[in-house]
């Protein structure tokens, strides 16, 4: 463990100064995850502003439940190291789990409790982030930034805890131990963040206090355009690229493509807890579909080059969807290429006003009619570019970071005033 820094002062800095974040969240660099993807981009465009990160965060052991890199890349516990940036990472331990809900839970619960020593091991900071799920992890930066006397910031990627009644985590009329402690720690942030305008709608109607919106995106000049499907093909080609959970009812998606059969494929890219149920369905239907594990660079470029549409799927029947957007829309909508979206909602409303593809019903009759029609009019699938400038007026993760920075900056500064 490298020295700490010298104790500071606690007198608030002027907003103008360098600032410093502790961030604690359940996956960072090296993992490939969503909350990876959103803070790398976050910290980089941090760091170009001379602000400092501190990352907590377990050894990297996502998505499998276990340690799958070598031990220098995925990290020791309690050990400072250098992140991709100017950011420190300090890892803490892990419980190896499987694929079930409780062993995950477990894990998570571990690692939180843990995150609360290590976020008094980094530097003291102007300001604790804390991004969710997983859920645990909220009460360890609650705790971290009270004993740190900063404020709080609280990221809800999700829709929780109304994510966790929709999963029947939770049942009956009474609140459970997990919708309190959530419900809790919102009420008791400096600011709560919302990755949807929905869900912070929902969080105000609640009496939330101070709640903002900076939705997932891109770095656009990351992605390139890829060209216009090809004008005649004798096989549709669908792809879906993301994870196979509970959330996104992919056999939908598998069961649709058996109906329109061999004319037709199916291509299925990344992991998840459904992933072997999947496949076996797969497999029970004869359905046209090829399972991949997750593909990054030129392999993933190629994925989508080669697809007539992308899939965006969420399931219809938890009411928390409807103000959510899988995180995946945006990096489709920067690529260009039609977008078979089986969602409602906000995310619904985003791919119609990006002009991004068809919104169709998580049903797989109606699925496989659209998938015919699309093969059968292939005009249908050429874009027009519009669903790449939505994403660079909405969605680029530059903008997104800056408004990230004033939004952390006015807090501290209101926060000094009150003092």
């Known amino acids: 463990m490298q020295d700490e820094a010298p104790v500071e002062s606690t007198a608030p800095k002027s907003v103008s100064d ?51 890199l070598p031990r220098w890349m995925a990290g020791r516990p309690f050990r400072l190291r250098n992140g991709q ?13 499987g694929n079930s809900r409780a062993a995950r839970l477990l894990d998570q619960c571990f690692s939180a409790v843990l995150s609360i020593p290590a976020g008094m091991m980094v ?50 009329s009474v609140k459970s131990v997990v919708e309190h402690a959530v419900d ?26 101070n709640v903002a919106t900076i939705s997932n995106g891109v770095h656009l000049d990351a992605i390139p355009v890829v060209g216009p499907p090809e004008p005649k093909r004798d096989v549709f ?30 291509h299925m890219v990344g992991h998840g807890t459904q992933r072997p ?8 239907l004869r359905a046209p579909v090829t399972f991949h594990p997750p593909l990054t660079g030129g392999a993933m470029l190629e994925r989508y080059s080669s697809a007539d549409t992308c899939i965006v799927s969420l399931r219809d029947d938890w009411k928390s969807f409807e103000t959510t957007v899988p995180s995946k829309t945006y990096e489709v909508l920067a690529i260009g290429r039609h977008i078979t979206a089986v969602v409602k909602g906000e995310a619904a409303r985003i ?23 699309l093969a059968a009019d292939r005009g ?17 993760y530059g903008q997104l970071a800056g408004r990230y920075m004033e939004l952390i900056t006015e807090l501290l500064a209101e926060t000094s005033l009150r003092r």
């Open 184 to 209: 809790f720690v919102q009420h008791r942030a400096d600011l709560v963040v919302t990755v949807t305008e929905g869900f912070a709608a929902t969080l105000r109607s609640r009496g939330v206090r």
């Open 123 to 172: 530097r003291r900071p102007d300001v604790v982030v804390v991004t969710a799920p997983g859920l645990p992890s909220l009460a360890a930066g609650y705790a971290v930034a009270r004993l740190r006397r900063v404020p709080l910031i609280v990221e809800m990627r999700d829709a929780w805890p109304d994510l966790a009644r929709d999963a029947r985590l939770v049942q009956g």
């Open 380 to 396: 249908r699938l050429v874009r027009n570019g519009d669903s790449r400038q939505w994403v660079k007026a909405n969605a680029e």
């Open 277 to 284: 149920a999947l496949e076996k369905l797969a497999r029970e």
């Open 85 to 97: 940036f100017t950011e420190k990472i300090l890892h803490v331990p892990y419980l190896r789990h």
């Open 18 to 68: 360098s600032l410093r974040i502790t961030l604690i969240t359940h996956s960072y660099w090296p993992e490939q995850s969503p909350p990876q993807r959103r803070w790398t981009a976050m910290i980089k465009e941090f760091t170009h502003s001379g602000w400092d990160v501190d990352v907590v965060t377990p050894v990297a052991h996502y998505p499998f439940g276990r340690r799958a």
């Open 351 to 373: 791919v119609s006003d990006a002009e991004a593809g068809d919104i169709v019903a998580s049903d797989p009759e109606e699925l496989a009619a659209l998938w015919r029609e």
């Open 237 to 266: 080609e669908a792809l879906y690229l993301g994870n196979h959970g509970e959330s996104q009812k992919l056999d939908v998606a598998i069961r649709a493509s058996a109906l329109v059969g061999n004319s037709m494929h199916l």
